[in-house]
């Protein structure tokens, strides 16, 4: 197979094919590493339709741990399935984007309601004449949705939105949570998947006007396996016609960590250190390490260190000395104060998704190379 591939390259006078790797946000990589669980419920969530509990999910992960990834892929083969999709960030202006969007996607299915009408002509100097959208201005977010709604309904039609980065704090997306609990209500074909970083997702769930998204489907996107990563490597670098060797293999895997965006990374930069080879080398992939540390250094790491507060970081600092995880009471006695102080910066650091809670009051850094950017930069 792997052969046939090469040959082919080889016959299009492609020795060199592109870089496979999509290091950049937002971007369906070539293999999804993992998340197969929450892609199968999602889908077979779609696939079940009306009544099914999963068709409100919202998903939680660190930054580069995949949500828009995911939700894009989701959306793709809903898309392929027939449902119509959308796909908005939690903006203002979110609901007309959500209607306009709808109205794109399902055109060829649903009666234009934009038919403007005249609605006045008057006869001067100038010939001025006013056109009057039909009740687009008028009716309310979920109005102007059940109308698209009804119209979906006649062709039997879903209609999937997803929100991405969520936020607490706007209102259009309380607007969307409480219409949506209507539309399940009244069994309409619909779903919403929603995506955001742990801290905007937990906060838009206390929110008390939204209380029915307490009881949506949850994921918490945390870190994928390590056979998983070596499976997406491998394919990702033989469907684009090269090979990897073995131990340069198991090398780049230790240094991914079960991180998606850093696979991106190393597997970029590895595929760039002798793009004209037929295979990947030990030498390209620790080349690609180190390129690949430096990336992962600026784009998440020093953000995510500049949002922590004071108390976030004396608490980091005394986890470093542990090898693996953690335990709450030696954090507490390391910092020198009572559990229950430390207990409120372990809740903010799992909201921020920078540790994970490994349950018997044992707590780790969720990100490996996260503890070793803290090691080199608060010592
Ligand atoms: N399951 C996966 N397997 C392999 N690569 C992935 C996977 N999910 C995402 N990626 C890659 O990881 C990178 C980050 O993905 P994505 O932009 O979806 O992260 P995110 O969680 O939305 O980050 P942010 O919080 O900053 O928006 C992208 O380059 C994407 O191609
Ligand atoms: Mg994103």
Do not use: C
């Amino acid at each position: 197979m792997q052969k046939l591939q090469k040959m082919q390259n080889e016959e299009a006078g492609d020795s060199m094919s592109t870089n496979p790797f999509t290091p950049t946000f937002g971007i369906v990589p070539a293999h999804m590493a993992g998340r197969e669980d929450v892609i199968g419920e999602l889908l077979r969530a779609l696939d079940n339709g009306v009544g099914d509990p999963n068709l409100v999910t919202i998903v939680s992960g660190a930054r580069g741990t995949g949500k828009t990834a995911l939700l894009s892929y989701v959306a793709d083969e809903a898309a392929a399935h027939g449902w119509i999709a959308v796909n908005v960030s939690a903006l203002p202006g979110m609901l007309d984007e959500i209607v306009q969007q709808t109205k794109k996607r399902a055109g060829h299915l649903i009666e234009s309601d934009d038919a403007v009408r005249i609605s006045s002509i008057h006869l001067g100097n100038i010939a001025e004449v006013t056109f009057q959208e039909q009740n687009a201005e008028a009716a309310t977010w979920r109005i102007r949705m059940e109308d698209l709604l009804d119209e979906l309904a006649k062709t039997n039609t879903g209609l999937l939105i997803t929100i991405d980065e969520v936020r607490e704090d706007l209102d259009e997306m309380i607007q969307v949570a409480s219409a949506m609990q209507h539309f399940l209500r009244e069994r309409r074909n619909i779903a919403l998947f929603m995506a955001g970083l742990p801290t905007h997702v937990s906060a838009l769930l206390q929110n008390k006007s939204v209380s029915f998204l307490r009881r949506a489907n949850y994921h918490d996107l945390g870190t994928v396996e390590d056979f998983e990563v070596a499976q997406a490597l491998t394919k990702t670098i033989e469907g684009a016609g090269r090979s990897i060797d073995e131990e340069a293999l198991k090398r780049a895997v230790a240094s991914i960590g079960g991180f998606p965006y850093m696979l991106q990374l190393v597997g970029y930069r590895a595929w760039e250190a002798s793009p004209d080879s037929s295979f990947l080398s030990i030498a390209d992939v620790d080349a690609g390490i180190s390129h690949a540390r430096i990336d992962m250094r600026r784009k998440i790491f020093d953000t995510t260190f500049k949002e922590l507060s004071k108390g976030d970081v004396r608490f980091l600092a005394a986890m470093l000395e542990d090898e693996g995880a953690s335990e709450l009471a030696d954090i507490a006695r390391r910092m020198g104060k009572k559990s229950n102080y430390a207990s409120e910066y372990k809740r903010r650091l799992i909201e921020q998704g920078v540790i994970a809670d490994r349950g018997q009051g044992l707590v780790r850094i969720e990100i490996p190379l996260f503890k070793d950017y803290l090691k080199e930069r608060l010592s």
